[in-house]
């Protein structure tokens, strides 16, 4: 044997003798369909179509497929996992998230599932996973094993997904038993100094002693700028706790790690995260008007509309040229009425404060079309999922009115959730016991010169499993109608059951068609948002059925891989966006969010909020915060209420954005504003700080002599046409040009 082959060989077998995991992510077989059989380790899979993990099923050939799918793998579990392990306790299998609903099996043995009782159909999605002590018989050391996945998909993207390093088997080490807390809240005062809380802590039988190294580097020049080191000894109900303060911050990205390193096994444990830095502006005491520059209503519908203005309080309304049947309230700012004749009215709005006047020319257009700007407001879904109630909603449109309406937010939307299980003894849909009377609390958001926005099916049941519009069609719109409803989210769901197993383009407008034909009858303008996730291309046809907006894509959730993969792909539905009609790629995940009873940070870091925020107002989206409003921090609100962002999101024109340079590590996005001026956004999507210089003759913007950085609300200077700018990891540069 060769010298060079034997050293290759030692080296094989020392690397699986040292193997710390067994990555998980090639290899798998799967079938739709549903069957206990294919639990078994001896079911021959052979015929299965071979499937990449990394993404859902229906990006591989079963597209709009809801129901069961199976997914199996065949591995061999070294011995030697164990052998060079330091704990010997655990095994932990992890594969991606599943959507919906989940079962894992190990050589036939049931391990984990996530959903309550037997009904697998209830689960929701999360991380797919199972944790087995390494003495159970399921595991069968250094032989082949079988790995059997059962799901169960209600809607929209469905199986297993994730990132590469999310699908492994590893042993539990003594550091997987700790934790680095980093939930808690920064605290700052001002822009300049910042204080936290972390805890390391443990809720095992392990005791733990070692040292805690916190660090802030600079990512734009490396430079460690703080670091302190402490004994930090934990054991359960014994957390080690420290507050850390720093000072003499710049208004820009750090980069925070937290390292715990155990005495005795000598491992690690490390966090990091990026603290939080405040870009816009403070809003100025004298008078400012915000918002959009149209407002469309239908005539002979209720009129409501409420000026959006900022300014010392108190501040006084005066509006002159309103059409007839319209009254203003001087005090609040909320025009009320109808207006009877189609027409395009201008007219003058002054805001005044002890310090001074704002003016603004506003047109109030009366005709077809509504929603002529992206809609601005908040929904539940994000922030409580099925747990939503009337209080929580109260609190959500208080804030919104004393916080957020000032910039133009408007919209208080209720998801899935608010429906009893069985309709009245007429047939009309009512309310659970969480929502006792709509219609005071549709009074109640009217009241602070709010829109009021509900939730509901095509299909007999919503996702949530709550009632459906199904053919009760006119009789819920005319129920919301009488509620003073304002906006309808309409959520495909299980109309999947109604629908024929691969829809036509036909077939995926009729539910569309027919709720619209029923919101037609009544007095009401009401806001129209499909939710299909863009099955069968919707954005193609969306708006010429009547759809206000229309979501592109599955559902997001609150992490970076979710956020910039919808964000960044939504090219193809550009050319769509129109006054009236916009793209809709789903709620945003800012603030703090938990689709449930339990709400955390947003698990964006700022640049990434950032760059949410950004992206989001160049594609004209709707804009609907999805976090707990009753928490808002001040990084949050300071991020929800930069009004030359929103003005983006909010111009008239009503165009997306375009892609026009695509590069490895960085997108420059441009979007066309009413006024001939653009907005643009460079987009910094690699993992470490870039120094960007763009040349703004290649794009052919070179004409432009006034370069805004629209989050510092600041002039910029130009070299040559040649703009420089640093931008950190996953964060953006908003810029507006002009003449
Ligand atoms: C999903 C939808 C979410 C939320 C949820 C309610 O289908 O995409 O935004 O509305 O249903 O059950």
């Known amino acids: 044997m060769k010298k060079s082959i034997l050293l290759?060989?030692?080296l094989v077998v020392f690397a699986t003798a040292s193997a710390q995991n067994i990555p998980l992510l090639k290899g798998w077989k799967?079938?739709?369909?549903?069957?206990?059989?294919?639990?078994?380790?001896?079911?021959?899979?052979q015929n299965w179509q071979a499937i990449n993990v990394q993404k859902s099923w229906e990006a591989q050939g079963h597209q709009n497929y809801d129901g069961f799918g199976w997914y199996r793998l065949h591995v061999v579990i070294p011995s030697s996992l164990k052998a060079s392990a330091y704990l010997k306790d655990s095994l932990r299998i992890e594969l991606g998230h599943a959507d919906d609903g989940y079962a894992v099996y190990l050589n036939g043995h049931l391990l984990n599932q996530n959903f309550k009782g037997d009904n697998i159909q209830k689960g929701r999605y999360g991380p797919c996973k199972a944790l087995l002590a390494t003495q159970n018989p399921a595991i069968l050391w250094d032989k082949d094993n079988v790995i059997a996945v059962r799901i169960f998909?209600?809607?929209?993207?469905?199986?297993?997904?994730?990132?590469?390093?999310?699908?492994?088997?590893?042993?539990?080490?003594?550091?997987?038993?700790?934790?680095?807390?980093?939930?808690?809240?920064?605290?700052?005062?001002?822009?300049?100094?910042?204080s936290k809380s972390v805890k390391v802590e443990t809720n095992s039988q392990y005791q733990y002693k070692g040292k805690l190294y916190f660090t802030v580097t600079d990512p734009a020049t490396d430079k460690l700028i703080y670091s302190k080191t402490d004994d930090a000894a934990f054991a359960t109900k014994k957390a080690f706790e420290k507050r850390y303060e720093l000072k003499d911050l710049a208004p820009k990205s750090y980069t925070l790690t937290y390292t715990f390193i155990d005495d005795r096994s000598g491992k690690k444990l490390i966090k990091t995260e990026h603290a939080p830095y405040i870009l816009t502006p403070e809003t100025s005491k004298k008078p400012r008007i915000n918002g959009a520059d149209i407002y469309g209503q239908q005539?002979?519908?209720?009129f409501l509309y409420k000026i959006p203005a900022t300014g010392v309080k108190p501040l006084k309304f005066e509006v002159s040229g309103l059409p007839q049947g319209l009254t203003l309230d001087k005090a609040t700012g909320v025009i009320t009425g109808t207006v009877t004749k189609r027409a395009a009215y201008p007219v003058q709005i002054n805001v005044s404060n002890s310090l001074g006047v704002a003016r603004k020319k506003f047109i109030i257009k009366i005709g077809d079309e509504i929603g002529l700007t992206p809609a601005l407001g908040w929904n539940s879904w994000n922030a409580f999922g099925l747990s939503v109630n009337d209080a929580r909603v109260r609190v959500a449109a208080k804030n919104i009115s004393d916080k957020l309406s000032g910039h133009g937010w408007s919209y208080v939307n209720i998801d899935d959730g608010w429906e009893a299980e069985k309709r009245g003894d007429d047939g009309a849909i009512v309310p659970n016991e969480k929502f006792p009377d709509m219609k005071a609390l549709s009074d109640y958001i009217h009241g602070l010169g709010l829109k009021f926005g509900i939730y509901s099916?095509?299909?007999?049941?919503?996702?949530?499993?709550?009632?459906?519009?199904?053919?009760?069609?006119?009789q819920d719109a005319q129920t919301y109608a009488n509620w003073g409803v304002d906006y309808l989210k309409y959520d495909w769901c299980y109309y999947g059951d109604i629908a024929p197993a691969s829809p036509t383009i036909d077939e995926y407008k009729k539910p569309y068609q027919v709720m619209r034909a029923s919101l037609d009858k009544t007095n009401r303008d009401i806001f129209y948002s499909l939710c299909q996730y863009g099955m069968g291309e919707s954005w193609n046809w969306a708006g010429e059925i009547g759809g206000n907006s229309w979501r592109t894509t599955g559902d997001i959730v609150d992490t970076w891989t979710s956020m910039s993969s919808i964000g960044f792909n939504q090219l193809m539905a550009s050319p769509h966006a129109r006054p009236g009609h916009f793209n809709d790629p789903d709620m945003l995940i800012v603030g703090k969010v938990g689709w449930g009873d339990n709400q955390h940070n947003t698990r964006l870091t700022p640049d990434e909020q950032y760059t949410h925020i950004s992206l989001?107002?160049?594609?004209?989206?709707?804009?609907?915060i999805g976090c707990d409003l009753g928490q808002l921090?001040?990084?949050?609100?300071?991020?929800?209420?930069?009004?030359?962002?929103?003005?983006?999101?909010?111009?008239?024109?009503?165009?997306?954005?375009a892609r026009v340079l695509t590069k490895d590590d960085y997108l420059i996005y441009v979007k066309d504003l009413h006024d001939g001026s653009k907005a643009v956004g460079i987009f910094n999507i690699s993992d470490n700080y870039k120094n960007i210089t763009v040349d703004l003759n290649n794009l052919g913007l070179g004409h432009f002599t006034t370069i805004r950085d629209v989050w510092r609300q600041k002039n910029l200077a130009l070299n040559n046409k040649a703009l420089k700018t640093g931008i950190p990891s996953h964060a953006v540069t908003l810029l507006k040009l002009s003449n």
């Open 8 to 10: 290759a060989l030692l």
């Open 457 to 474: 099916s095509p299909g007999p049941m919503t996702c949530g499993r709550y009632l459906g519009s199904y053919q009760h069609e006119d």
């Open 153 to 194: 998909d209600t809607g929209g993207d469905g199986g297993l997904y994730g990132e590469p390093k999310q699908f492994n088997a590893e042993m539990l080490d003594v550091v997987d038993y700790a934790r680095i807390n980093t939930d808690g809240d920064f605290d700052y005062s001002d822009q300049k100094s910042l």
């Open 616 to 624: 989001w107002s160049l594609l004209a989206s709707p804009l609907l």
């Open 30 to 45: 799967f079938t739709t369909g549903d069957s206990p059989e294919w639990a078994n380790p001896a079911f021959n899979d």
């Open 633 to 657: 921090d001040r990084f949050t609100l300071n991020l929800l209420t930069n009004d030359e962002v929103l003005a983006i999101n909010q111009d008239i024109l009503g165009k997306q954005a």
């Open 299 to 302: 005539p002979g519908h209720p």
